[in-house]
């Protein structure tokens, strides 16, 4: 079921035009990936989907309506821009995220702790949250950004300030929601988090969508015919074969990437009794490699 519906979105600061004519659309129990570089637009993006800052021109919908107060309940929503009461105590600061996105203040304290023991928290919830670390305060924003069980989850950079085994929860958890039929939009510069968990991928660069479409039709259509190649004797032809598109050497390992049209079976014909193949492995771009031959020599200025 669709959830939201962004159609040609446009938005100028001054003589910048952060967003341009943008569209695309998100379904329950999916998890789409929205991917750019430093000033591509994807925060102005989420900001207009939020409702805090108006398209110039263009139509969003969610759950088919325009966004409103009634909706609040129905999203999940963390921005760029991290906010706290640093005086409140954790708990409290919980609860009262709770209460503003309708959960009753019984429910949303139980949640609280709930999620507080999730993120190891729960032995400061007493304490105030700025004598949180950093990483401790984004886990503390992650929380409340889906304690109230939003349907539609809009996290912009959750991973920021995490180590690599709360990355992990974090990247556990949006999976569990997803299994639960949640929408959720993760605009992140981790390639690789996006890539083992994203079902669909929406690049923005400059301000224009570049690319929008299925992870797995993403990597078929814009990855590169790769090849792994471990081998013995001399391999220095291997780099001047007219299959070859380019080339990585590190002596007697070679990452190959094929022309269009060749592939793995060409290669073995053209070194097959020339050298002792010792491994050879075919793989496809990774989602880090297609963000940076698509964006590559863009300016960030949107």
């Keep these: 079921m669709e959830v939201l519906n962004v159609e040609h979105i446009n938005k100028r600061f001054d003589q910048i035009q952060a967003v341009n004519d943008?569209?695309?659309?998100?379904?329950?129990?999916?998890?789409?990936?929205?991917l750019g570089p430093n000033g591509a637009g994807k925060t102005t993006t989420i900001r207009m989907i939020m409702n805090i800052i108006a398209?110039?021109?263009?139509?969003?919908s969610i759950f088919d309506q325009?966004?409103?107060?009634?909706?609040?309940?129905?999203?999940?929503?963390?921005?760029?821009?991290?906010?706290?009461?640093?005086?409140?105590?954790?708990?409290?600061?919980?609860?009262?995220?709770?209460?503003?996105?309708d959960t009753p203040t019984s429910q949303a304290k139980?949640?609280?702790?709930?999620?507080?023991?999730?993120f190891d928290l729960i032995s400061m919830a007493e304490s105030k949250v700025q004598e949180l670390s950093k990483g401790?305060?984004?886990?503390?924003?992650?929380?409340?950004?889906?304690?109230?069980?939003?349907?539609?989850?809009?996290?912009?950079?959750?991973?920021?300030?995490?180590?690599?085994?709360?990355?992990?929860?974090?990247?556990?958890?949006?999976?569990?929601?997803?299994?639960?039929?949640?929408?959720?939009?993760?605009?992140?510069?981790?390639?690789?988090?996006?890539?083992?968990?994203?079902?669909?991928?929406?690049?923005?660069?400059k301000g224009k969508k570049v690319l929008?479409?299925?992870?797995?039709?993403?990597?078929?259509?814009?990855?590169?015919?790769?090849?792994?190649?471990?081998?013995?004797?001399?391999?220095?032809?291997?780099?001047?074969?007219?299959?070859?598109?380019?080339?990585?050497n590190f002596g007697n390992f070679l990452e190959i990437r094929l022309k269009d049209g060749v592939d793995l079976n060409d290669l073995l014909k053209a070194i097959l009794d020339k050298i002792r193949i010792f491994k050879v492995e075919t793989r496809r771009s990774t989602l880090h490699e297609i963000f940076i031959s698509l964006v590559k020599g863009g300016d960030s200025d949107a």
């Design 66 to 101: 325009r966004m409103n107060d009634s909706l609040k309940s129905k999203i999940g929503y963390l921005p760029e821009e991290r906010g706290v009461y640093p005086k409140m105590k954790l708990i409290d600061f919980l609860i009262f995220l709770g209460e503003i996105h």
């Design 22 to 34: 943008v569209s695309f659309s998100i379904d329950t129990g999916t998890i789409y990936g929205l």
């Design 212 to 248: 929008d479409g299925p992870l797995d039709d993403v990597q078929q259509q814009y990855g590169h015919n790769s090849v792994l190649l471990e081998y013995g004797g001399d391999g220095s032809f291997i780099e001047q074969l007219p299959i070859i598109e380019e080339s990585n």
């Design 136 to 205: 401790n305060q984004q886990k503390l924003q992650l929380i409340g950004s889906f304690l109230h069980n939003p349907e539609l989850l809009i996290l912009d950079e959750p991973f920021s300030g995490l180590d690599p085994v709360n990355v992990d929860l974090v990247k556990e958890i949006i999976l569990e929601f997803k299994k639960q039929g949640k929408a959720i939009i993760l605009s992140t510069h981790m390639m690789d988090a996006a890539e083992k968990i994203c079902d669909h991928v929406i690049m923005i660069n």
């Design 55 to 60: 398209p110039d021109s263009g139509k969003i």
């Design 110 to 118: 139980t949640l609280a702790r709930q999620w507080l023991s999730r």
